[in-house]
Structure formats: structure tokens, C-alpha cells
RNA sequence: GCCCCCAUCGUCCAGCGGCCUAGGACGCCGGCCUUUCAAGCCGGUAACACGGGUUCGAAUCCCGUUGGGGGCGCCA
């Protein structure tokens, strides 16, 4: 049987780091298997569904490389994927269960219920739904909707009873019925819920493995319920443990950015973000930590899944996001910093400019964590006037001597026959002896001159690139500021 | 309150009864290299939550305690 999984994500919000993971786990296990990645929208709640939030979702699946086989965009064979264009397939499945006395209408208010949930929480009951209208007799309810009495639709939980299953990364399950409560499908509005409309879907779409968070877990029998009385092919379950904030709770916005576009703002290229994602609950089997795509996908397996939360580290994923940056092919890594480089000159480069960029670039590129740190090194090429560093200023060109240096360093590099790394060098080291000063102390000021900060390129390099004319001017420039 | 899940260094993971005086990675600390910042290299720090069992032998199996997480919605 074909594995076929998906991703469902509700676009109520921007897409977050644990549902990327989520996703790339059932990515990861579809690949492995020669499966289908299905991509479903589960929009039921138009009240929070924005389309900006549908785009950012799948322009970061697409940014992470999860290409998926079938759904939104891509369309299939079970078109439409977006549930809130498959509303009247819902109560099609509403009906039958009603018909086959599996549902039944429920004419309790919300008002009711909230009152009926705290009074039970306050004498320990249990807070679920106490069945009260399931004792209405068919009829009878069927006379006071008829009449025009609001009414939802619960699912008639078999009782007594339990559901038994083995999730995929668990093991073995069992959780009595008296722990489920006779859900609501169908809203007194008619609008499906979660569990009706993702269930049904699941069936519908021949879904085989259900890889999702562990938030769920709990609501599992009800998902198995519904495709029970749909008679559906059993689904294997698999539940993720959650992503965890530094302080040990639940990710969310209060520890920073849950959201995949901040990462990926920030700097951090999606070759990277896979792998972190991936080695956060997942182990390779051996001491491994940098996997490269096609590994995974060789070797996943929801039996190697951890089942403890796991904390997601920023740190960790800098770390990582360099040694990707680092093993990129010089090219690659200019076409990526070019964006931001540009963005940040605030225009195109030129051909001349492209050149100095592709000459400084494997410089920057063995020093870089994160792209966005590749535009403030290289700014000083491109801009007419460097802005000074005030921190750096005050503390290298305040030090004793720096005009001297300045001036010797000038005539030193005027002097220079040919403009290469090389000559500079000779020139530059010549300078130092000649005026006794260490590479550290003669050598900064330079640095801070030219670039504007005491973080740069190395400096003959980077004069190399800055070509003589300029590098004469911005020496001089400085000498006259001081 | 009830139900479910989880429990190895600060963090992520390895370990699936003897190979463990517990391994790797991030971080942190120190050193080397060095024209800045990094990177790189070398070294160090640091954990089996606790208590009972089972066993010739437990990080590994069972039970309990404690701790953490999730769920108990006409949200998803």
C-alpha cells in the first residue's frame, strides 16, 4: 500500500517552526517510503483564516524544500484541499451518522455548557460534555429542529467502550471512553469542526499515516471513531512531542520567534533549518549531527523519533547554519548574499561592483553565521562614504600615533607598482617595521579607515578590492577627520 | 480535579541487560593560530530525577514517588 501523508495547517497564523518540523517529518517519511506529501488547508475557522497567512504557509514549505505531491496549488485526485471548500462533504457525513444514530442533535447553548463545564470542574467531575441529549428520543429531537431550535451535532462515543492503538512512536495506547466526551461535528451554525472535518478528510483523501503533534494524542479516539463509523482503512498514528521555549514551556512568541520568516530573515539558509528541524526529536542512529538530505530520507524512521518535548535552541541552529554557509560553492553563496547586499546599498551592483563582491566573498563566507551578517562587511566597496563605527573610532583612532600611521601608510601604498593582495601586503608590513609597530596595533587603524568598523575582511584583501584610488582617498579622508 | 505522554550533561541526541570509570553535538571555559571579527585545531566543564523491586548483572525491564509537558472547547 502506498504511504500517503500530509501536513495540515490551519492559516490562522504565520507558520511555525513546529509545524515546519511536523511537516518535514512527514516529508521525510513520505520520501523514505516512495509515498505521497499531501498539502491540506484546514481553514474551517473563517473567523481566523486570513489568505496572507495561507501564502506565508506555503511559501515556506516551499522555502524548506518540501515539495508536496498533491493539494493546495498543486491540485489531485481529491481536489479541493482547503475544507472550507468541502463543507458540504461534512454534513454528508453529519447526515449518515445521524441517520445511522452514531450523532445526535444536541440543543444545549454554549451559554449552558460553560456553566454545566465550570460547576463539574468545581466538584471534580469530569469537564466534558455529560450526554445530556442523547437521551432525547429521535423523534422528538427531530420535531425541534424542525421547528427552528438551534442545534449542533455531537458523535454518539460508543459507551462503555475504549480505543486501543499503537502509535507509531508510542507504542501501545488505551484510553477509556469515559475519558471521551460526546464531541460536537457540526456547529449550530452547520461549520464542521476539527475533529469531523480532519477526520473525514483523512479517510477521503486515503491518508495512511496521521504524523502530527502530541497535542493530540488525547483526541485520537475521536479521529478513530469518526473513520470507524465512516468505515474507513485503519490510519497508524504517529504523535510528535512538542517544541519547548528555553524555560521548558510550550514555544511560543514569548520566547522569541516561533515564526519559520524570522529565521529565515535573520539570515539562516533552509538547507540548515532542515537539519536542526530534523535532529530535534529525531536521531540518525549514530553520533551524527550535520545529515545531508539524502541521508535522511534514506534512513528515517518514526521508531527512531524521540519521544521527549524538545527545546528548540537558536544557538544550535547558528552554529549549524554556518557550517552550511561555510560548505556552500563560492558562487552560491554570492547569489544569496547579493539580495541582501543590494538590499542593503539600497541599489543594484554593478558588473565592477559584482566583481569585488565575488573577490571578497570567500572571506566574509568563512566567517559567516548567518547572511545577514555578509551586507555591514562588505558595505565599505560600495558606498562613496563609509560611515564610522563610533565605538570603533573612539577606540582605535584615539590612540596615540594613529596620525603617523595614517601618513606613512599612505605613502607606503602610493608607492605600491602593482595593485594586488600580495604588493600591499609588502608595502603595508614594510611600513610596520620601519615604524616598529605590531601587525595589531599598526594595522587597525588602517582597517577602521577604509571599512568604517574594526570587523572587516582581512585588510590587504579588502584594499585589493577597495582598488587604490578609493583606498588613497578613505586614508586621507580619515587623516583630515581626526 | 480527571486522563494521557515524558524523564541521560544547561540544551539536542546516542545508549534498547554486561562493550558505560555513560558517547557525540551546541553552549560555556582554557589554549593554539592570528592584521580585526570569525572560522579552524587542541583540551576541559557537565548528566543516567528519587525510592523500591526483577536479575549473577541495570541508564537500559517492572512498580511507586517526584518533576515537566499535553488534553479535558459549538479553537485547530
Given at each position: 500500500?502506498?504511504?500517503?501523508?500530509?501536513?495540515?495547517?490551519?492559516?490562522?497564523?504565520?507558520?511555525?517552526v513546529g509545524v515546519g518540523r511536523t511537516a518535514l517529518y512527514n516529508?521525510?517519511?513520505a520520501r523514505r517510503h516512495g509515498g505521497v506529501f499531501i498539502v491540506?488547508?484546514?481553514?474551517?475557522?473563517?473567523?481566523?483564516?486570513?489568505?496572507?497567512?495561507?501564502?506565508?504557509?506555503?511559501?515556506?514549505?516551499?522555502?524548506?524544500?518540501?515539495?508536496?505531491?498533491?493539494?493546495?496549488?498543486?491540485?489531485?485526485?481529491?481536489?479541493?484541499?482547503?475544507?472550507?471548500?468541502?463543507?458540504?462533504?461534512?454534513?454528508?457525513?453529519?447526515?449518515?451518522?445521524?441517520?445511522?444514530?452514531?450523532?445526535?442533535?444536541?440543543?444545549?447553548?454554549?451559554?449552558?455548557?460553560?456553566?454545566?463545564?465550570?460547576?463539574?470542574?468545581?466538584?471534580?467531575?469530569?469537564?466534558?460534555?455529560?450526554?445530556?441529549?442523547?437521551?432525547?428520543?429521535?423523534?422528538?429531537?427531530?420535531?425541534?429542529?424542525?421547528?427552528?431550535?438551534?442545534?449542533?451535532?455531537?458523535?454518539?462515543?460508543?459507551?462503555?467502550?475504549?480505543?486501543?492503538?499503537?502509535?507509531?512512536?508510542?507504542?501501545?495506547?488505551?484510553?477509556?471512553h469515559d475519558h471521551v466526551d460526546d464531541f460536537v461535528i457540526l456547529?449550530?451554525?452547520?461549520?464542521?469542526?476539527?475533529?469531523?472535518?480532519?477526520?473525514?478528510?483523512?479517510?477521503?483523501?486515503?491518508?495512511?499515516?496521521?504524523?502530527?503533534?502530541?497535542?493530540?494524542?488525547?483526541?485520537?479516539?475521536?479521529?478513530?471513531?469518526?473513520?470507524?463509523?465512516?468505515?474507513?482503512?485503519?490510519?497508524?498514528?504517529?504523535?510528535?512531542?512538542?517544541?519547548?521555549?528555553?524555560?521548558?514551556?510550550?514555544?511560543?512568541?514569548?520566547?522569541?520567534?516561533?515564526?519559520?520568516?524570522?529565521?529565515?530573515?535573520?539570515?539562516?539558509?533552509?538547507?540548515?533549518?532542515?537539519?536542526?528541524?530534523?535532529?530535534?526529536?529525531?536521531?540518525?542512529?549514530?553520533?551524527?549531527?550535520?545529515?545531508?538530505?539524502?541521508?535522511?530520507?534514506?534512513?528515517?524512521?518514526?521508531?527512531?523519533?524521540?519521544?521527549?518535548?524538545?527545546?528548540?535552541?537558536?544557538?544550535?541552529?547558528?552554529?549549524?547554519?554556518?557550517?552550511?554557509?561555510?560548505?556552500?560553492?563560492?558562487?552560491?553563496?554570492?547569489?544569496?548574499?547579493?539580495?541582501?547586499?543590494?538590499?542593503?546599498?539600497?541599489?543594484?551592483?554593478?558588473?565592477?561592483?559584482?566583481?569585488?563582491?565575488?573577490?571578497?566573498?570567500?572571506?566574509?563566507?568563512?566567517?559567516?553565521?548567518?547572511?545577514?551578517?555578509?551586507?555591514?562587511?562588505?558595505?565599505?566597496?560600495?558606498?562613496?562614504?563609509?560611515?564610522?563605527?563610533?565605538?570603533?573610532?573612539?577606540?582605535?583612532?584615539?590612540?596615540?600615533?594613529?596620525?603617523?600611521?595614517?601618513?606613512?601608510?599612505?605613502?607606503?601604498?602610493?608607492?605600491?607598482?602593482?595593485?594586488?593582495?600580495?604588493?600591499?601586503?609588502?608595502?603595508?608590513?614594510?611600513?610596520?617595521?620601519?615604524?616598529?609597530?605590531?601587525?595589531?596595533?599598526?594595522?587597525?587603524?588602517?582597517?577602521?579607515?577604509?571599512?568604517?568598523?574594526?570587523?572587516?575582511?582581512?585588510?590587504?584583501?579588502?584594499?585589493?578590492?577597495?582598488?587604490?584610488?578609493?583606498?588613497?582617498?578613505?586614508?586621507?579622508?580619515?587623516?583630515?577627520?581626526?
Open positions: 500500500m502506498t504511504v500517503r501523508v500530509r501536513i495540515a495547517p490551519s492559516p490562522t497564523g504565520y507558520f511555525h516529508w521525510l517519511y491540506r488547508s484546514d481553514d474551517t475557522d473563517a473567523e481566523r483564516s486570513t489568505q496572507g497567512y495561507q501564502d506565508d504557509i506555503l511559501e515556506h514549505l516551499r522555502w524548506l524544500g518540501l515539495d508536496w505531491d498533491e493539494g493546495v496549488e498543486v491540485g489531485g485526485p481529491h481536489e479541493p484541499y482547503r475544507q472550507s471548500l468541502r463543507l458540504g462533504r461534512y454534513h454528508e457525513v453529519a447526515d449518515a451518522f445521524l441517520a445511522a444514530g452514531q450523532a445526535y442533535p444536541c440543543f444545549c447553548t454554549p451559554g449552558e455548557l460553560d456553566e454545566r463545564r465550570k460547576a463539574a470542574m468545581a466538584e471534580g467531575r469530569p469537564p466534558g460534555y455529560d450526554g445530556r441529549c442523547r437521551q432525547i428520543p429521535p423523534a422528538g429531537a427531530a420535531a425541534r429542529r424542525e421547528a427552528g431550535e438551534a442545534a449542533s451535532v455531537r458523535f454518539a462515543v460508543p459507551r462503555p467502550g475504549a480505543t486501543d492503538f499503537t502509535d507509531a512512536v508510542r507504542g501501545e495506547m488505551h484510553i477509556g456547529r449550530s451554525d452547520g461549520s464542521p469542526t476539527y475533529q469531523l472535518a480532519s477526520s473525514v478528510d483523512d479517510v477521503d483523501f486515503g491518508i495512511t499515516h496521521v504524523i502530527r503533534g502530541e497535542d493530540l494524542l488525547s483526541s485520537t479516539p475521536k479521529h478513530i471513531l469518526i473513520t470507524g463509523a465512516m468505515g474507513g482503512d485503519p490510519i497508524t498514528y504517529a504523535h510528535l512531542s512538542l517544541l519547548m521555549g528555553p524555560d521548558g514551556r510550550k514555544l511560543s512568541k514569548r520566547h522569541g520567534d516561533t515564526a519559520l520568516r524570522a529565521y529565515r530573515e535573520r539570515g539562516i539558509i533552509p538547507e540548515a533549518m532542515v537539519n536542526y528541524l530534523a535532529l530535534l526529536g529525531w536521531s540518525p542512529g549514530e553520533d551524527e549531527t550535520v545529515v545531508p538530505l539524502g541521508d535522511m530520507i534514506e534512513r528515517f524512521d518514526l521508531g527512531d523519533v524521540s519521544r521527549n518535548p524538545a527545546v528548540f535552541d537558536p544557538a544550535k541552529l547558528e552554529w549549524m547554519n554556518g557550517v552550511y554557509l561555510r560548505a556552500l560553492e563560492a558562487d552560491d553563496f554570492v547569489a544569496r548574499a547579493l539580495p541582501l547586499v543590494e538590499a542593503d546599498v539600497g541599489r543594484a551592483l554593478d558588473d565592477d561592483e559584482l566583481g569585488r563582491l565575488a573577490f571578497v566573498a570567500p572571506l566574509v563566507q568563512e566567517r559567516a553565521k548567518l547572511l545577514t551578517e555578509i551586507a555591514p562587511q562588505v558595505r565599505f566597496l560600495f558606498v562613496d562614504e563609509v560611515s564610522y563605527d563610533e565605538a570603533a573610532w573612539d577606540k582605535v583612532m584615539g590612540a596615540e600615533g594613529v596620525d603617523g600611521v595614517l601618513a606613512a601608510a599612505i605613502d607606503a601604498l602610493s608607492a605600491v607598482p602593482e595593485w594586488d593582495t600580495a604588493s600591499i601586503e609588502t608595502a603595508l608590513r614594510g611600513m610596520l617595521e620601519a615604524r616598529e609597530l605590531s601587525a595589531r596595533k599598526g594595522l587597525q587603524p588602517l582597517r577602521v579607515a577604509i571599512s568604517g568598523s574594526s570587523i572587516s575582511p582581512p585588510l590587504f584583501e579588502s584594499m585589493e578590492a577597495l582598488g587604490r584610488t578609493r583606498t588613497l582617498a578613505r586614508l586621507a579622508g580619515c587623516a583630515a577627520r581626526l
